[in-house]
């Protein structure tokens, strides 16, 4: 039982996390992300001390933990 909800559930859900902790290691100056709120931007400074970025969008700049970017809607837009 315990190796059936592993490969299923527990699994997949490590997999996608390590892919997202990669994502947002890999982030770098210039690229369009999505933010789990639904807002547009391109990534204009990385904080890796706070974990934090600036995102520049239409509304101006405005900053964000990096873990507020979502991986999928970013790799979606940028398809």
């Known amino acids: 039982?315990?190796?059936v909800?592993?490969?299923f559930m527990?699994?997949?859900q490590m997999r996608k996390a390590k892919k997202e902790r990669?994502?947002?290691t890999d982030l770098k100056t210039g690229?369009?992300?999505v933010m789990k709120s639904g807002m547009h931007g391109r990534v204009n400074h990385i904080n890796q001390k706070e974990g934090t970025c600036i995102i520049e969008t239409t509304a101006g700049k405005l900053k964000f933990n990096k873990s507020m970017i979502s991986m999928d809607a970013s790799n979606e837009?940028?398809?």
Do not use: G, S, T
């Open 5 to 7: 909800i592993y490969f």
């Open 31 to 33: 690229d369009r992300v």
């Open 77 to 79: 837009l940028n398809k």
């Open 10 to 12: 527990i699994a997949p």
């Open 22 to 24: 990669k994502f947002l």
């Open 1 to 3: 039982m315990f190796a």
